[in-house]
C-alpha cells in the first residue's frame, strides 16, 4: 500500500493510493483506515513530506560490513530539517564541502520501546526514501554534529511511504545532474533493521511518524549550489530535490 500526504486546499491531505487515485483518510496510523471520500489524480498532486516526525534519527557508521566492529550508534536531525520531494536543500554560504546520502527510511507505525529482536518490524509502518544531507566541512568544528546535519532542507524524504515492501535487500541507486554516481542496496548495510531499532528502542521512544535513516552503504556524494539529486529505491521509489544556495552566514563567536 502506499501513503502519503498532498497539499489540499485548505491544508495537509493524508491518502492512500488507489489505481489513478489518491484517495483521502482520516488518519494514516489508524489500524483501519477510514476514508473521508475526497480524492485526487495521481500525478496532479503536490506532495508533502510524508510525514510530520517527532524524532530524526540517522544511523552512524553504518556503510558497510566492516562497521559492525564498531558499536551501533546514532545521531539526531531537527525535524524542521524535513523536506519534500522538489524542495530544495539550501546550503549556507561558507559552509564547505556537503554530500549527500541516499538512504532506505524507516517511518516508524506505533509507539516502540525496548522491542526485541524479530518484532521490530510490527512497529514500522512502511518504508521512504531518504537523503542524508551532511556538511561534512563541519565536522571537525562540532563533534555533536549540530552544524553538520541540521541545515535548511538537510532531510529530505518521499514522496510516499511503501507499506508492502521488504527491505532487506532494495537497491539504492543515486544520481546527480543525471549521472549514475553511487549503486547499492540495503543488504549491505552493517547493521540490520531489526538490530537498528532493537538498539535504537533500548535507549528511548519512538512513536507515530518518527524516521531513521538507516545508513549510507556507499551511497554518498558531493553536490554544490546548482546540482539536482535524485534517489531511487527499488520497490520504494524515486525522490528529486534541488541544491541552491542559502543565506550568508552571520559572524560566529570565537573561543
Excluded: C
Excluded at 36 to 63: C, D, I, K, W, Y
Excluded at 68 to 83: C, E, G, L, N, W
Excluded at 90 to 114: M, Q
Excluded at 140 to 160: C, Y
Amino acid at each position: 500500500m502506499r501513503l502519503a500526504r498532498i497539499q489540499g486546499d485548505a491544508g495537509p491531505v493524508p491518502v492512500v493510493q488507489r489505481g489513478d487515485r489518491w484517495e483521502a483518510v482520516h488518519d494514516l496510523f489508524a489500524d483501519d483506515l477510514e476514508f473521508t471520500g475526497e480524492s485526487f489524480p495521481v500525478g496532479q498532486v503536490t506532495f508533502l513530506p510524508p510525514v510530520e516526525p517527532r524524532v530524526v534519527l540517522g544511523m552512524a557508521h553504518n556503510s558497510g560490513p566492516t562497521d559492525r566492529t564498531q558499536p551501533p550508534q546514532a545521531f539526531f536531525k531537527s525535524p524542521r530539517t524535513v523536506v519534500a520531494d522538489g524542495d530544495p536543500v539550501v546550503l549556507d554560504e561558507g559552509i564547505g564541502p556537503v554530500s549527500i546520502e541516499g538512504e532506505l527510511a524507516v517511518v516508524i507505525g506505533r509507539r516502540a520501546r525496548h522491542l526485541a529482536p524479530g518484532e521490530t518490524a510490527a512497529a514500522v509502518l512502511g518504508y521512504t526514501v531518504g537523503n542524508d544531507v551532511t556538511a561534512v566541512g563541519q565536522i571537525p568544528l562540532d563533534d555533536r554534529l549540530l552544524q553538520a546535519k541540521s541545515g535548511d532542507g538537510f532531510t529530505p524524504l518521499g514522496p510516499w511511504i511503501e507499506t508492502d515492501v521488504d527491505p532487506a535487500d532494495l537497491g539504492i541507486t543515486v544520481i546527480v545532474n543525471d549521472e549514475v554516481v553511487a549503486r547499492s542496496s540495503s543488504h549491505a548495510l552493517a547493521w540490520s533493521l531489526d538490530e537498528q531499532l532493537v538498539y535504537l528502542s533500548s535507549h528511548l521512544e519512538l512513536g507515530p511518524g518518527d524516521i531513521v535513516l538507516s545508513g549510507a552503504p556507499g551511497t554518498g556524494a558531493p553536490v554544490a549550489p546548482g546540482d539536482e539529486v535524485e534517489i531511487r529505491i527499488d520497490g520504494v521509489g524515486a525522490l528529486r530535490n534541488p541544491v541552491r544556495t542559502g543565506p550568508a552566514r552571520a559572524a560566529l563567536p570565537t573561543p
